[in-house]
């Protein structure tokens, strides 16, 4: 959504707290307590227990599957091939022989020393100092690591793995030598899982559980309020009015929050990877912000 549309999140949030409060005094306070509490708990619930959940899917229905994907990546992409391309993609015109990249990666134990002076040695002159160069080879490792974990798995993975090792590159420079095996690649695809991928993909099937969950409990949580009796619309005192209106508030609260994990889950599991990580138009209103920034929180 157009960043200037931000105020359609703070709208639909007010919106929402308006209408559940208008209904629920009309409805009276015996129904409202009832759904109310049923609201509350449809939130705690399904925050506490989707992490549970998802673990459990992601371990027995996700993780050997992506181990597989990974593994048939690098098993068609070589890696010493990807940085070849990276090198010569740097804004210093290399020109780089694979096989005596590959030579210097298997000898290495200092991977951006190594490069650094392999780069300096092409022309036999230097082309970049420490400082300016190290920063441009981790968003190479960055890059890599973006395009290994999205070639067949999901964007959200990929996004999270390539930032990761942009902020962590230990993380790849420890997977170089298992990258450079030529018959084996499983080791290599476990241990991306391990450090990269698994972290964000038991993120985006919590999401999912967590709002699937939630409009459950919701819907449960409305039937049975309705069973009760009539609506007591013509309860007297405004101390009455504006309790029920505090409890709809409530409820009104915990639907925001539940489109709020809709908006995040839409997504993680969506294609635009701007929003990924960082969604302006959100970032721009005044209150809907909060319980989104709440949601990419939850881990």
Request: charged share 20%; aromatic share 10%.
């Amino acid at each position: 959504m157009n960043e200037n549309m931000w105020w359609l999140y703070d709208g639909m949030a007010a919106v929402v707290l308006i209408v559940f409060a208008v209904i629920t005094i009309k409805r009276g306070l015996i129904k409202g307590i009832v759904s109310c509490v049923g609201f509350v708990l449809a939130a705690l619930i399904a925050v506490s227990v989707s992490p549970t959940i998802a673990d459990s899917l992601y371990s027995t229905a996700a993780r050997n599957a992506n181990i597989k994907e990974l593994n048939k990546t690098i098993e068609n992409n070589s890696f010493v091939s990807l940085l070849t391309e990276e090198m010569e993609s740097m804004d210093y015109g290399l020109s780089v022989d694979e096989a005596k990249l590959g030579k210097i990666l298997e000898k290495s134990d200092d991977y951006d020393q190594d490069l650094l002076q392999f780069a300096n040695n092409i022309y036999g002159r230097k082309v970049a100092e420490e400082d300016e160069f190290i920063p441009v080879l981790h968003t190479a490792y960055s890059n890599i690591t973006r395009y290994m974990v999205g070639k067949r798995l999901n964007k959200y993975a990929a996004e999270t793995a390539a930032a990761k090792v942009l902020e962590k590159p230990s993380l790849f420079k420890g997977m170089i030598p298992l990258l450079l095996e030529k018959e084996d690649h499983k080791p290599a695809a476990e241990y991306i899982c391990d450090n990269l991928v698994d972290e964000s993909y038991k993120y985006s099937f919590r999401i999912i559980t967590l709002v699937v969950l939630m409009a459950i409990i919701l819907v449960f949580a409305l039937i049975m309020a309705g069973s009760i009796g009539r609506n007591d619309t013509m309860e007297p005192g405004v101390g009455r009015h504006l309790f029920c209106g505090f409890l709809g508030l409530v409820k009104g609260a915990a639907v925001v929050f539940l489109i709020a994990a809709a908006i995040r889950a839409s997504v993680v599991y969506g294609t635009k990877t701007e929003l990924m990580n960082e969604y302006p138009a959100i970032d721009r209103t005044y209150a809907f912000r909060y319980v989104y920034d709440f949601i990419c929180g939850l881990k």
